[in-house]
């Protein structure tokens, strides 16, 4: 290389260099001592509890299975990268607040700073690929759409979305619904069973609506005939006598018609419809047992925040518990891979022997 060639990628060099101290995030230093300012800027990341151990022993953090939520304060984002600083327990202690309140404004503050997107992966190889060459493969987002990408929106550590507390609420939305899917022809009073054979999917365009799909189960065990216990029975008898009064729902679903959950007008029963309920009913009972705990001087025994889906959740424990055939509880639930049976019977095995362990350990003596 001669000296000008030299000289002239130098300057090159130099340039760019000049270019991304440009491009860098930007951030008032004297902020980072304002805890009412750098709130604002809270982040959650989850990271493997097991491999930082170490760092975790220098940050406040919250277990999550096996994982752990870590807090950080987002800088600021440009086109060159995200600035970010890990909050420490050092940084707690000259804030002079608790690691729950730390917590309890992540919970609130990171949602919006590092909103959850959740897309079909049809749409994320379409943005990944460009418009045009997405346009030429005929990749871009789809109805029936099989998987989905859940993340943020600069994709830089998305996992801490699955701390987000209505994450579960939206994903579900996404992936539609098999009890607001079901038609009074899916129900078999006669024998007491429930025929799943589809879902319900509802696409949110924006806060003001949306639009349905059905989805057809991809493998045989999303297809499966579901025994219904009396109360489920008693349920179902009771709303649809209750619908030959009021009326049944109207609303046809790209040729499926005669769903079971309807709302007053007729329309379908749409999933955030479901959780905004739950989620009435829970506030309106931790208000509730807040008041009368303050009367009687005691700790309010107050409700999570749960959605439709931890029911089901809850529903598949309980089987876990009381059922020693795996293969009967992975058909009842719909699990294509067993393995997810498993996972969960496993937890709750563990849980029940901690429990038999608990119940006989005053009852037996060795002399």
């Known amino acids: ?25 930007g951030f008032d230093q004297n902020a980072i001592q304002d805890y009412s300012v750098m709130k604002t800027k809270l982040s959650m990341e989850v990271v493997s509890a097991e491999r930082n151990a170490q760092l975790l022993e220098t940050v406040p953090h919250k277990n999550m299975e096996d994982m752990a939520i870590v807090y950080r304060f987002v800088l600021d984002t440009v086109e060159a990268g995200r600035g970010s600083i890990l909050v420490t327990n050092k940084m707690l202690d000259n804030y002079g607040i608790t690691a729950e309140q730390l917590h309890n404004d992540a919970m609130e503050i990171a949602p919006e700073v590092r909103p959850a997107v959740i897309k079909g ?17 005929g990749l871009g987002p789809v109805a029936d759409e099989p998987i989905f990408v859940a993340t943020v929106e600069d994709q830089a550590q998305g996992a801490g979305i699955l701390a987000y507390q ?20 899916d129900l078999d009073f006669e024998n007491r069973t429930i025929d799943v054979n589809h879902n319900l999917v509802h696409r949110r365009v924006d806060e003001e609506g949306g639009t349905l799909h059905i989805n057809t189960p991809k493998t ?12 489920v029975y008693d349920a179902f008898l009771e709303e649809y006598q209750l619908q030959q009064l009021t009326g049944f729902c109207t609303q046809e679903v790209e040729g499926y018609s005669g769903f079971v959950f309807a709302s007053s007008n007729g329309t379908v029963t749409l999933p955030v419809e479901v959780n905004r309920a739950i989620h009435s009913l829970i506030d309106d009972y931790n208000e509730e047992e807040k008041a009368n705990a303050r009367k009687e001087g005691r700790n309010a025994l107050i ?29 009842i639930m719909g699990h294509k891979d067993i393995q997810t049976t498993l996972d ?24």
């Open 1 to 25: 290389m001669d000296f000008d060639t030299f000289k002239e990628e130098l300057a090159k060099g130099v340039q760019e260099r000049l270019e991304a101290l440009d491009n860098r995030p």
């Open 303 to 331: 409700l999570p925040r749960i959605s439709a889906h931890h029911l089901r959740h809850t529903f598949c424990t309980r089987l876990c518990e009381t059922e020693t055939n795996v293969k009967v509880i992975q058909t």
């Open 220 to 231: 045989k065990a999303g297809c499966r005939t579901v025994p219904m216990i009396q109360q």
């Open 166 to 185: 209505n994450f579960m609420d939206e994903a579900a939305e996404k992936l539609g619904g098999e009890c607001l899917g079901l038609r009074w022809e």
């Open 344 to 367: 969960i019977y496993a937890d709750c095995t563990e849980e029940k022997k901690k429990e038999v362990i608990h119940n006989i350990e005053d009852k037996i003596f060795i002399l």
């Open 121 to 137: 992966m049809s749409e994320v190889l379409a943005d990944m690929m460009g418009a045009e060459q997405a346009q030429a493969l």
